[in-house]
């Protein structure tokens, strides 16, 4: 199977607007943890879903990043918080 990248990564032109999919157990914990991280920035963040037991919740969080840096500054912050389980 061919690798469509063939290794590279994908070039990203910034700033851009970027999603992540924040995945844990207590919605309200999410969002507060999307406010520490982003603080009064601009944002958009929705509840993109609920596993069929209620256990999991995903939040989308779209936001425009100004460059890489920005982009793996938040993706770090949320990751590492006690109330997050995976980020995507």
Not at 40 to 51: F, N, Q
Not at 71 to 82: A, E, V
Request: proline share 5%; glycine share 6%.
């Amino acid at each position: 199977m061919d690798n469509f990248l063939d290794g590279r990564k994908p070039e990203i032109r910034y700033p851009c607007v970027w999603t992540y999919r924040i995945i844990g157990w207590d919605e309200p914990r999410l969002r507060a943890v999307v406010a520490e991280v982003v603080g009064d920035g601009e944002h958009r963040l929705l509840l993109a879903r609920e596993s069929s037991t209620g256990k999991y919740r995903t939040l989308q969080l779209e936001l425009e990043v100004r460059d890489e840096a920005h982009r793996t500054d938040i993706f770090t912050l949320i990751s590492q918080h006690p109330d997050v389980r995976f980020v995507l």
